[in-house]
């Protein structure tokens, strides 16, 4: 079974640019996590979706958001970058919403320059 | 606050010298505890989920252990190949689903 897919692997902008990273969900998984891990620092939570709809977000500002399509693949959106966006992007997915573990995918680096 | 501290944060082991992790935490009411394996530049690997305390669970050279306060992965006779950053995460009792993670610890394993 597939795993939890992201796309692209790599990503360079330049500072005030826009960026959207992709993921798709492992086969049956409803609830989609984005997560920031900025080197030195912890994973930390940027959004979770579940059926279409955000469900919660971290503290993160506007400027860094998303959505879920019917098939529960999602997509961020990093908007007027900065330098200190630079990080991996972690996204994971789990069967329902709750308790269930969390499956992540490979990531995304993000690179602003 | 809702806090998660991992320690040491750096480990070298020798091959075959068993070792354990400690994940402490504060939570307002913990729902689950999670260990993952992070290789550099990868996403994290799901390792371990423990729910209660007193609950234990082992894979391969890998067994994680919880109290109401902190949780253990000790890793016996560990090898190379376990070498990587071991990452602690709590789901806490309240305010949604997003889970709260330690630092990790990175273990580096020579033979």
């Known amino acids: 079974e597939a795993g939890v897919t992201q796309s692209p692997t790599h990503l360079i902008k330049t500072r005030g640019q826009q960026a959207t990273l992709r993921c798709s969900p492992i086969?049956?998984?409803?609830?989609v996590y984005w997560y920031q891990q900025a080197l030195g620092l912890g994973l930390q939570f940027l959004l979770w979706?579940?059926?279409?709809?955000?469900?919660n977000r971290g503290n993160f500002p506007p400027r860094f958001s998303g959505r879920q399509f019917p098939n529960y693949s999602s997509e961020l959106n990093v908007n007027a970058l900065e330098l200190e966006d630079s990080a991996l992007y972690l996204c994971?997915?789990?069967?329902?919403?709750?308790?269930?573990?969390?499956?992540f995918g490979p990531g995304t680096r993000l690179t602003v320059l | 606050e809702d806090q998660v501290t991992q320690s040491p944060e750096a480990l070298r082991l020798q091959e075959g010298e068993s070792s354990s992790l400690n994940c402490s935490y504060t939570v307002s009411g913990l729902r689950g505890l999670f260990w993952y394996r992070q290789d550099p530049g990868k996403g994290p690997e799901f390792l371990f989920t423990l729910y209660s305390a007193g609950e234990e669970k082992e894979k391969e050279r890998l067994k994680a252990t919880l109290t109401k306060k902190e949780s253990f992965l000790h890793i016996t006779a560990p090898k190379p190949e376990d070498s990587a950053t071991y990452l602690c995460a709590v789901h806490p009792g309240a305010g949604g689903t997003a889970l709260i993670f330690g630092k990790g610890t990175t273990l580096s394993v020579s033979s």
């Open positions: 086969s049956g998984h409803t609830s």
């Open positions: 979706y579940d059926e279409g709809e955000e469900r």
């Open positions: 994971a997915s789990s069967a329902w919403t709750g308790l269930d573990t969390q499956y």
